[in-house]
């Protein structure tokens, strides 16, 4: 019932840029976190970027000043842009976020499907 479709994803040189989007949708009550998180190969998966609803940012100690997270106005839509692009950051980069489907609900973490980001000369 809750959607979170990532897109942005491909092949670029080391020193390029990229802006990877995800669009969050169905049956929301109300989201809280946003997050952004990669796979990169021989690694676990690691949390990169995550934006508050009041919008405090918070960053992977290794992307900082190089990553911005953040949202469109109307909340559902969340961002990674992604400067200065090295080989490392090769990798499945997932969204997430934190959400109540209702009143009652609890809050669940959703999860996207992930897209790819090959940072190759």
């Known amino acids: 019932q809750v959607q979170l479709v990532e897109s942005g994803g491909g092949l670029v040189q080391p020193g390029g840029s990229l802006r990877l989007s995800c669009v969050i949708s169905?049956?929301?009550?109300?989201?809280?976190?946003m997050r952004w998180s990669r796979q990169t190969l021989g690694k676990q998966r690691e949390l990169v970027a995550a934006?508050?609803?009041?919008?405090?940012?918070n960053y992977l100690d290794s992307v900082k000043g190089r990553f911005t997270i953040s949202t469109d106005d109307v909340g559902n839509t969340v961002y990674l842009q992604i400067n200065s692009l090295k080989p490392e950051d090769t990798g499945v980069y997932y969204c997430?976020?934190?959400?109540?489907?209702?009143?009652?609900?609890?809050?669940?973490?959703?999860w996207g499907q992930g897209t790819q980001v090959t940072v190759a000369s």
């Open positions: 997430s976020a934190l959400i109540k489907t209702s009143f009652d609900d609890t809050v669940s973490e959703y």
């Open positions: 169905g049956r929301i009550y109300n989201i809280y976190d």
């Open positions: 934006i508050t609803g009041g919008g405090s940012e």
